[in-house]
Every structure is written in C-alpha cells, then in structure tokens.
C-alpha cells in the first residue's frame, strides 16, 4: 500500500495566512511590551497544529477542549461513514455546524453530540439546508480555541472550552433573522438508516427565553445517556421544532431565532453536558464558566494547556518541535474525565454514583494505548495515573470486568484481550500506590478467569491452551496471545504482592503463546480444536473481525507472530535462535504487502505503523542483537510516517498511541514490554529533550553528534557514566538525571 503524502494546498495557505497573523501580530507589539513578553513562561502552544491529522484516516478534530475533559467542541464537516469518525475531514468545504464532544483519532463512531449552527436568511428551512461553506483562509486553530468564517451564514464562530462546558462566541456580519439551529438528532453514523435512528429518547425544556434543558439517550458504539443546558446571552424570541426527516427519527431539532442582534453584534452560546442529569450539568456550568467573559475561558483553555506541555522542553528543527508538541497535544486530549463537577457520574449499570476520589475517567482504548499512551503517563502524567487506575476498577466491579474499551463509564467490547489489566498492573509495578491493590488485583483476577457475553472464553482457552479457531467466531489467533501478555501482567502484579499461587498460574498461561507456534512455517497460526493447523493459510492474508473476518485483529500472521512483548527471549529460541529470527524480522520488513484494510496503513514491508501490533517490532532487532537495525528503521519510522500537517499521521492516532510511539522514540528507547518497567534503546531522533517531573527532578536526553549520517549509537552515559545494559528502568528515569547517546555513523554492537 501506497503512504498518502499528498501536500495538501489548502494547508499550505492556511499555514502561510497563520504564519502572517502571527507576524502581524508581533510587528504591533511595542518594544516594552515584547521585552515583558520575552520574560515570560515559553508559548509551547504555538508548536502545536490541531489540523494535523485532520485528513485521509487520522480522523483527529482541530475544536477546543482541554487536557482529559469532557468537552471536545469542533466543526462537523460529515457525519456517516468510517471517513467521519471525528466528524471532520480537512479537504471538505462545507460545514454542517459545530459538536459537543468527539473521539479522538479513533476508527469507530461514537459521540458528537449537540449540534449547533448558527444561520441567518430564512429560519425555517430542511433539517439539512442550515449548512454553509467557510472560508479556509479564515480558519484557526490553537490548543483551547479554533474560530473560522462561514460565508453563506455571514458569521464568524470562534469555539473555546471548559472541561465540561462548551463555550460559542458569533459574530454576526448581516443582522437578517439570525438564528441557530440545535439538531439533537445530529451524531456520527456508519450509514445513512443508523444517522436517522440512533436516538432512543429525546426530552427539552425551556427554562426562560434564554436557556433550553435536556436529556438525550442514542446509541451507536455504547448507550449513551447526555444531560445539557444550552445557554445564550441574548433573549430567544422564538423557537420552533422542525418537522422530523425521517419516521425514525426521535431527536428534536430547533430552531432558536433572534430579534436583536445587531450587524456586528456577538451571540454568547454556554453548553454544559453531564452523564447524569440536568442538575449536574448546572452545577458544571456554574462552577465552570459563571460568567460571559470568552476571552477569558479561551486565555484560561491555553494556560491549561501550555502548564502541561511545558513538562516536556524539546530542542530540534521546527518541524521536530511542531511534531513532538501536536504528539503531545493529542496523547493528553483522553482519558476523559467525564464525573461532574461534584464528583457523580453514570456507570456502567446507569445508576448516578460518586467516583470515590471525585473524579472517573473514561475513554480507554485500552488495545491502543496500553503499548505507550499509558507507559508516557507514567513518566509526564504520574498525577493522572493513580485516578485513571481506580476508575477502571471501579468500572470493572460493576460490569465484572477491567474494561475492555470504555467509553462514557459503559463498554464498547470493542478489540480483543483486556489490556486495562497490563494498564493497572503497569501502575502497581512501577510504584503506583494510590489505589486499593487488592481491588485492583481482585479485578484483574476476576477479568482473567471469568467468561463474559462478548470476546471471553477462558473455559476453551484453559482446555486447549488457545482459542481454537473452529470454536472461535473470529480473531482466534490475535485473542489468544493479546490474552497471554495479559496473564503475564497479572503474573507480575501477583509476584508483587506475594500471591505465589495465582503467580505461578498466571505465569504458566503467560506461556501458552508457545501453542501457536509453527515451527515448519515459522509463524503464529491458527490451531483447530483437534490440534491440527488450519488450512488453507497464508501469511499475508489480513483480516478484520468486522468485515472480513479471520484469526487476526486488523492484521496478519507477519504481524501477529512478534505479539509476544513478555518474552521476547523465548520467542527467540522458538526461531532456534537470534540468527533465524533476525532472518524473519529482515524479511518482514521487506516483503511487500498489498493491504486494503483502512486500519493497516503506513507500510515498510510487512511492518504497518499504522496499526498497533507493529509498534514495538522495530525494537526487537536491539533485543536479537543487531541494534544497528532498530536505529535505522526508527530513523526511517520518523521521516515517513510523521509530519506536521494535515495528511501526516499514517493511521488513526488512536486515542493518542501513534504520539506516544513518536514522543518516547524522539527520546530512544520504547517499552516493548510496558509492564516491565524497561524501555528498550533505539537511538534518539532530536537534539535535547528535557523531562520537568513533577517531583521538581528533570530528566534529560541528549543525542551529542546526531545528524543525518550519524543515526547509529556509539555508546551511552547514564548521569556521566558508561551505561551499557540494552534498557534503561523507569526507576532511573524518575529518579532524574542526564542521559547522553553518543551518535556515530558508524553501525556498532551488532552481534549477528
């Protein structure tokens, strides 16, 4: 498959037109007010780009929210198909309004909820005749805030956020009948007849001539149930509901119209959301965003964001700066913290309860994330991790089980295996202590022995030492060893605590990734109940348990046969020995793949960086013994697969784990096995990057020498000493200190 790296045109304008404003800007600033600016904490913002992304299948939003909140406020620009799952397409030239909350680089549908619109000309027209074109050159976006001119409206709309509130500011440039649409109907759809009927109930309110209540219920991913007040600073002189498009429809659209805004004149528009009532949604309003006072939401919105990204100072190429910082921007978009603002939220069974510290996080694409989202946290986000982890225990004491990918407190069952349980006992092997270890093992143990309706059958797995693929629906293969690093993570949790008897159980299904292996072809096969191979099989074939089918999740046999992150070591002596395995490493990234599956993208060989079970791969050359090899390939990883504009992600950020792929391998090393606690060394890819922990420490990586010749590592110093083990502990990462690659371009240390 082909890597789209079309430059865009449009982008090309809109980056020239923001570099302009920028300039502008400056040259109006006078020399005692750029002197007091220079004195100032560093605008990391300005580094980052939220339309990066934005096209072919990165499928990320360019709106405001702020770092793990609920709101994610952003145009709409299509609202069916696999191309809209963040509901906004850079390329597209008309859009349909603005959403309240949105996923984030993920490849299913789910949220956008709340659409708005603001309108002039006639009021009432067809549910879809509300849309307008916009102007690209007049369409920015910062970290916390996006703004962009609609032409046939005459508007400007300009979007800041709160974590649980939206907050609308329109600049109406003709004053005939303005109005704005609210279609609560409106949410992505994987077709035409879902878009028309994912709303089970809808019930509003007018309060005043100022503010609309309400409660939606849809479903499309999970049963989602949304409370909100809309409010606006101007009285509603009318409102009226549009006749419904379809007999399947049961979300109302309205129409809220204005008698008295002027030409020139703005219309604030406050939009609070809670999962648990209208009530809830007030008190976030009210604790929030009291009063009308945009700009000062917007400057609040930035500073929230730049106080994160500063825990990271990077030195590079401003393109190295713009990647690294957008990657940053897009790894803190979720979890989302989704409790109001007094501590309640909905959980998994619909009942309103109090998360137990005041705050529940949601959104884990658990799959995704546990490979390097979650192993970033640790380092940059150790504030977040304890209440990330006691969210997933406590939404699995109520389901029965770790979440598998949550999303508004319910579960999705979307992918394979349970990766909240190497997420939580990540956390408790590197120290994590803020959460009830034996709640969270309890949880873990139960996720792991007990069957649930959807994706779990440890009865076969127990019996036959796999999923067999004749008594497995789909995804046998993937299922199976995504399962067994699983039972090594808790192995680990369990080794911990000093449970030697779950240790040892653990441990020996930890090792079943051995059944699967066929030594005459050298991959992961799928295995039948009788414990023959199945046939016919070839390696390249890919599968998708949602449309083609097949043992593998999103991938192949290539892809899958290195899904063996706890022991690596013993994959290995399954080859015979380093020298075969590096000979099937070679071949995987040289054979050529045809792929014509949207999630297997970014291809070098067989490797596709566009989807998750790649990402450590790379790594494993270091781990055989030729760590020339790693160093070339992250070299090549970087200057294809990652670019600052709209087209520059190969596949779906998902939910921030292409970023912290880039983040953690700019600093070189990656952690194959996150449970682990080691990152294995690849080579850096950027100049200087300083960690600011949150102890007060720093953490920093130098790469003396590196240059485009001098990608190899030559040798390395661990606080100015000769450091030579293959992995550095997170342990010394946190403890603070200086690490420095000497860079060469000379290939060193390879034993085969």
């Not at 800007?25 to 005692?32: G, N, Q, V």
């Not at 953490?699 to 030579?724: M, P």
Request: aromatic share 12%; proline share 4%; charged share 20%.
């Amino acid at each position: 498959m082909v890597i789209k790296n079309k430059p865009k045109k449009e982008m090309k304008k809109t980056n020239s037109l923001i570099c302009k404003w920028a300039v502008g800007i400056a040259a109006l600033l006078s020399p005692a007010v750029a002197a007091a600016s220079s004195t100032q904490t560093t605008d990391y913002t300005k580094y980052v780009n939220p339309f990066v992304g934005n096209a072919d299948n990165g499928h990320t939003f360019p709106g405001a929210c702020r770092p793990f909140g609920m709101i994610q406020t952003s145009p709409v620009t299509g609202g069916v198909g696999w191309r809209y799952c963040s509901e906004y397409v850079y390329s597209d030239s008309i859009i349909w309004g603005f959403t309240q909350d949105h996923l984030n680089g993920t490849g299913c549908m789910d949220l956008g909820d709340i659409l708005v619109m603001p309108s002039t000309g006639k009021r009432i027209r067809q549910w879809d005749a509300y849309r307008s074109r916009y102007a690209k050159n007049q369409e920015f976006a910062t970290p916390g805030y996006y703004s962009v001119y609609l032409t046939d409206a005459k508007v400007k709309a300009e979007l800041t956020a709160a974590p649980h509130v939206a907050f609308h500011r329109y600049t109406f440039d003709s004053a005939d009948s303005t109005s704005v649409l609210i279609d609560l109907q409106h949410g992505p759809s994987w077709n035409d007849k879902q878009y028309h009927s994912q709303v089970n109930l809808c019930e509003t309110h007018w309060e005043d001539d100022q503010t609309l209540v309400g409660h939606v219920q849809n479903t499309v991913w999970v049963k989602q149930d949304y409370f909100f007040v809309i409010k606006f600073n101007h009285r509603v002189t009318s409102h009226t509901v549009l006749p419904k498009a379809f007999d399947t429809e049961k979300g109302d659209r309205i129409v809220a119209s204005f008698d008295d805004i002027a030409q020139g004149e703005q219309l604030l528009v406050k939009i609070a959301m809670s999962t648990t009532s209208i009530e809830g949604a007030k008190k976030n309003l009210q604790t929030e965003v009291p009063g009308w006072d945009f700009a000062a939401v917007k400057a609040s919105a930035h500073d929230d964001w730049n106080n994160y990204l500063k825990r990271i100072d990077v030195e590079g190429t401003e393109e190295q700066k713009q990647n690294y910082y957008t990657s940053f921007y897009h790894a803190l978009i979720q979890p989302n913290q989704i409790a109001d603002a007094d501590g309640m939220y909905r959980n998994a069974d619909d009942k309103v309860v109090k998360a137990e510290t005041g705050q529940f996080y949601s959104t884990f694409s658990c799959w995704d994330t546990y490979r390097a989202a979650h192993p970033f946290y640790t380092i940059v986000m150790p504030d977040r991790v304890d209440g990330m982890v006691n969210s997933l225990v406590e939404q699995a004491e109520v389901q029965g089980f770790l979440p598998i990918w949550g999303l508004w407190g319910k579960e999705n069952y979307c992918m394979v295996a349970n990766h909240a349980v190497s997420i939580v006992a990540e956390a408790y092997h590197k120290g994590f202590r803020g959460f009830d270890a034996e709640r969270a093992f309890n949880a873990i143990k139960k996720t792991q022995t007990v069957s649930h309706k959807l994706k779990s059958d440890w009865e076969n797995y127990m019996k036959y030492g796999y999923l067999p693929t004749d008594l497995t629906e789909a995804e046998s293969v993937s299922s199976s060893l995504e399962s067994m690093y699983d039972d090594y993570a808790a192995a680990d949790m369990a080794r911990l605590m000093g449970k030697k008897q779950d240790e040892a159980y653990f441990t020996r299904r930890s090792q079943f990734y051995k059944n699967l292996f066929d030594k005459s072809t050298q991959f992961m096969r799928p295995r039948l109940s009788d414990g023959s191979w199945k046939t016919p099989f070839n390696p390249s074939d890919l599968a998708h348990a949602e449309s083609s089918g097949g043992d593998y999740t999103e991938g192949n046999a290539w892809q899958y046969t290195w899904q063996v992150q706890h022991d690596v070591n013993g994959l290995i002596k399954l080859f015979g020995g380093p020298k075969p395995f590096l000979k099937k490493l070679d071949q995987f990234f040289s054979l050529k793949l045809e792929s014509t599956l949207s999630d297997v993208t970014g291809l070098i060989g067989q490797y596709a960086h566009g989807n998750e079970p790649s990402h450590h791969v790379a790594y494993l050359y270091a781990m055989a013994g030729r760590p020339s090899r790693t160093q070339e390939l992250i070299r090549e990883i970087f200057d294809t697969q990652y670019r600052p504009t709209v087209d520059g992600l190969c596949g779906n950020d998902d939910c921030g784990q292409m970023s912290a792929w880039y983040m953690l391998s700019a600093m070189g090393f990656y952690p194959v096995n996150p449970v682990s606690g080691q990152y294995v060394f690849g080579a850096p890819q950027m100049e200087n990057i300083t960690l600011h922990l949150v102890d007060g420490k720093t953490f920093t990586v130098k790469a003396e020498g590196l240059s485009k010749e001098n990608k190899y590592v030559d040798y390395i110093l661990l606080n100015g000493k000769r450091y030579n083990k293959p992995y550095i502990n997170h342990a010394d990462i946190m403890k603070g200190g200086t690490l420095v690659y000497k860079m060469t371009s000379v290939k060193k240390h390879d034993k085969y």
